[in-house]
């Protein structure tokens, strides 16, 4: 499962990496891949789920802590469409600490995704909990791409 650490510590950047680099070099389905089934697998443990802006916002709302910063995966495509995250409770709480985020109002946040309405929205788990909601690039999406790739891992929440 990520964890809160490995956000702040870099392994989630690192994940992505690696995921980037299957993607780009092999074609094709990787449904009966063992490396794509290892990896659908590892994504599966955030247990993604696409969300309307008002389902992120009822997130938002019942949150203790609300912080806003780049999406995770941007520093691997500083040249790509600039898209915020908010982050929830104790996500937000350590990366604001390691400078990664900055503290938000429920408005503010709202106003971010509000930004962003041509991405998807999708919410993960982390340590457990639905604390990451990503107005998402599908182009670099470690779950956009997955799924094109036969690798099933987005869901709408229900
Ligand atoms: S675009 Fe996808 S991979 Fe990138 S931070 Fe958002 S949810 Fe994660």
Same mark, same amino acid.
């Given at each position: 499962?990520? *964890?809160?650490?490995?956000? *702040?510590?870099?392994?989630?950047?690192?994940?992505?990496?690696?995921? +980037?680099?299957?993607?780009?070099?092999?074609?094709?389905?990787?449904?009966?891949?063992?490396?794509?089934?290892?990896?659908?697998?590892?994504?599966?443990?955030?247990? !993604?789920?696409?969300?309307?802006?008002?389902?992120?916002?009822?997130?938002?709302?019942?949150?203790?802590?609300?912080?806003?910063?780049?999406?995770?995966?941007? *520093?691997?495509? !500083?040249?790509?469409?600039?898209?915020?995250?908010?982050?929830?409770?104790?996500?937000?709480?350590?990366?604001?600490?390691?400078?990664?985020?900055?503290?938000?109002?429920?408005?503010?946040?709202?106003?971010?995704?509000?930004?962003?309405?041509?991405? !998807?929205?999708?919410? +993960?788990?982390?340590?457990?909990?639905?604390?990451?909601?990503?107005?998402?690039?599908? !182009?670099?999406?470690?779950?956009?791409?997955?799924?094109?790739?036969?690798?099933?891992?987005?869901?709408?929440?229900?």
């Amino acid at each position: 499962m990520g *964890t809160v650490a490995n956000y *702040t510590g870099g392994f989630i950047l690192e994940s992505i990496r690696k995921a +980037s680099r299957l993607f780009d070099s092999t074609e094709g389905s990787l449904a009966d891949n063992e490396k794509g089934i290892r990896l659908r697998n590892n994504i599966n443990e955030f247990e !993604p789920l696409i969300v309307s802006f008002n389902q992120a916002a009822e997130y938002i709302r019942h949150a203790k802590t609300i912080a806003i910063g780049e999406r995770v995966c941007r *520093t691997l495509h !500083p040249g790509s469409v600039f898209t915020e995250s908010i982050f929830l409770n104790e996500l937000a709480e350590s990366l604001v600490k390691v400078g990664h985020a900055r503290f938000a109002t429920i408005e503010q946040a709202e106003e971010t995704l509000q930004k962003s309405a041509a991405h !998807p929205i999708i919410i +993960s788990k982390v340590s457990g909990e639905y604390m990451e909601i990503c107005a998402s690039y599908p !182009p670099e999406c470690l779950y956009w791409r997955a799924e094109k790739r036969g690798l099933h891992c987005l869901n709408p929440k229900k």
